[in-house]
């Protein structure tokens, strides 16, 4: 099975901060990973696929990088409403999510 | 419009047995990829079964054995079928459609809470 490790667990930053969240998978997954953003009591909204292609709809300030294993996601100057949950999943063999990294205000 | 209800959450005793249902509407059930994804309170988002178009089916280690995802292609409905229920399957059970082949999750639904306790 493929694990998927993401870091930090928790971040804390001010509005119009740039942020960066890892995810490290166990083994290689080429390009195979999305992200998503879950705010309190709502199901994830999708962010990011494929590593970097973004999802129509999502503000540009969202985006994402890395392939094999090391990937990243990046908010380029955090937004009052991007204080959420942030998951990654890996699709390359069956499916995982990350823990996620929580983004909290500071 | 894609959209997704998941109705057939509730409480429900350790041992007992509860169905999950996932209408779908503004798309075929039957010609997508559907996924289950379970949120225990608190935690992080985990897999828990998969369809594929073709008939095709996949679990999680944790629910292997326990539970059955189906569908009925004629209402458009997605179905989980837990049995043998534990405390650690109490969560939000969300069901959610890919993109093709496997893959990522544009469309979820609003999830159903399953709550295992005596």
């Known amino acids: 099975d493929i694990q998927m490790t993401q870091s930090p667990a928790t971040l804390s930053a001010s509005v119009g901060d740039r942020v960066t969240i890892a995810c490290r998978a166990s083994?290689?997954?080429?390009?195979?990973l999305a992200w998503y953003q879950q705010k309190p009591g709502k199901a994830p909204k999708l962010l990011i696929y494929k590593a970097s292609s973004l999802e129509s709809g999502v503000p540009s300030r969202f985006s994402g990088s890395g392939s094999g294993t090391e990937f990243t996601l990046t908010i380029s100057s955090l937004q009052p409403d991007d204080f959420a949950t942030y998951y990654c999943q890996q699709y390359n063999s069956y499916w995982t999510f990350g823990q996620g990294t929580k983004v909290e205000i500071k | 419009e894609v959209q997704l209800v998941e109705t057939g959450g509730g409480l429900i005793q350790p041992g007992g047995s509860l169905r999950l249902s996932c209408a779908a509407s503004?798309?075929?059930?039957?010609?997508?990829?559907m996924t289950w994804v379970r949120q225990a309170p608190g935690e992080g988002l985990e897999w828990v079964s998969a369809?594929?178009?073709?008939?095709?089916?996949y679990y999680a280690d944790s629910v292997k054995g326990r539970f059955t995802i189906s569908r009925d292609n004629s209402k458009d409905t997605l179905y989980l079928q837990m049995n043998s229920l534990r405390a650690d399957d109490t969560a939000v059970y969300y069901c959610?459609?890919?993109?093709?082949?496997?893959?990522?999750?544009?469309?979820w639904g609003q999830g159903t809470l399953v709550t295992v306790s005596s």
């Open positions: 369809i594929y178009s073709g008939g095709s089916t």
């Open positions: 959610a459609r890919d993109r093709g082949s496997g893959s990522y999750y544009p469309y």
């Open positions: 083994q290689s997954i080429s390009s195979w």
């Open positions: 503004g798309f075929t059930v039957s010609s997508n990829y």
